[in-house]
């Protein structure tokens, strides 16, 4: 076996097999990149299509005409080699015209083109033209209205003064526009049984009379409206009043530990309202008693208070005649009732026409 290795012409043909084994190798591989680079530079020439969204840009004297009628972007199909339009596509450095240096006040048809497209690429737009609106420009200051659901705030709460962060705003448009221009509003969207203030940052609208919102340019477009939600309320004093018919022989104080109470209404009852009147009915009463009233029953178009109820103690003295006073109506204030004092005096009264009665009879 080792006489085999040791045969020279062993070796030449090992080295022979190897040497053409590694130009095998060798070869096999330059191939490969070739057929690579091939393909990539095949890649690289290759046309192709793609479609892209670019601003339509106008070319006019906004200072002096208001423009409608133009859509804000429109579509280019770039056609060409794939790597010239991969790169155009993305960097968007060239743009879309509509020139209407030379047009006046009316409706124009205007056929639009690419600038600052690389000359080896081919393009169509879409759409190719467009119908424009020319007038004549014009802004005016207009106060901005706010506008919400009453429906929407809770029973017995009302919206106070809204506060705005600006007053007014800047409206632009054609001139017959602005002349059809009813207000400017903010809506308020208010979820249902508000019982809080809200806070809301509003689109402006530009509405004409019929409702309809009007094509112009709004500076603000946004306003940020509070508006304040609560219970309108009230501080009011008591007072007691004396109804219904004395028991013969008994008098009546009237008097409550509560003086004021604050009443919650809608603001136009809260101004009708200047005191809480407590009828308390002194039929049958024989003895000192203490009533509870509930101030809601007292007026209907209080809807809550403060307190909400409010005791009252009917005080009974006896005016010692054995005479009553029928159908009694007094007022009482800070407590103290009238119809005491009013049956001492007819009793003082029939007193002293008693004595001057005897009087006579002597002599």
């Known amino acids: 076996m080792n006489r085999l290795w040791d045969n020279p012409w062993v070796n030449r043909l090992l080295a022979l097999f190897l040497a053409i084994g590694l130009f095998a190798y060798v070869n096999v591989e330059s191939i490969n990149n070739t057929r690579q680079n091939a393909n990539d530079d095949t890649t690289l020439v290759a046309n192709k299509t793609q479609t892209v969204k670019v601003p339509l840009q106008v070319n006019a004297n906004t200072d002096k005409y208001f423009i409608t009628g133009y859509p804000s972007k429109v579509s280019v199909a770039l056609t060409g080699t794939a790597s010239l339009v991969t790169m155009t596509a993305n960097t968007q450095n060239f743009r879309v015209v509509a020139d209407l240096t030379n047009l006046g006040v009316g409706k124009h048809r205007v056929h639009l083109k690419a600038e600052g497209l690389n000359k080896d690429l081919s393009y169509s737009i879409s759409p190719k033209s467009v119908t424009v609106d020319i007038q004549v420009r014009e ?117 409550s530990d509560t003086k004021q109470v604050t009443v919650y209404a809608d603001q136009q009852s809260l101004d009708k309202l200047s005191k809480l009147t407590i009828p308390v009915d002194v039929s049958g009463i024989t003895s000192t008693t203490t009533r509870t009233f509930n101030v809601t029953d007292l007026n209907d178009s209080i809807s809550a208070a403060d307190p909400k109820t409010i005791k009252v103690t009917v005080s009974v003295g006896n005016t010692g ?42 002599k």
Not at 144 to 167: E, F, H, M, T, W
């Open 139 to 255: 802004n005016k200051t207009m106060p901005i209205q706010v506008r919400y659901n009453k429906a929407s705030i809770a029973s017995g709460y009302a919206a106070g003064d809204p506060k705005l962060s600006a007053r007014t705003v800047e409206v632009t448009g054609a001139r017959s526009v602005i002349d059809s221009i009813a207000q400017v509003v903010a809506n308020v969207s208010l979820p249902h049984n508000t019982r809080k203030t809200v806070d809301q940052e509003v689109l402006l609208q530009a509405l004409d009379d019929n409702g309809n919102t009007m094509n112009v340019v709004l500076s603000p477009q946004t306003v940020h409206v509070t508006l304040p939600i609560s219970r309108p309320s009230k501080k009011i004093n008591v007072e007691l009043k004396q109804t219904g018919n004395a028991a013969n022989g008994y008098t009546y104080a009237l008097s």
């Open 321 to 362: 005649t054995g005479h009553g006073n029928d159908d009694v109506g007094t007022n009482v204030n800070a407590g103290t009732s009238t119809a005491a004092s009013s049956a001492s005096s007819a009793s003082s009264s029939q007193s002293s026409s008693s004595s001057e009665n005897t009087s006579t009879s002597e």
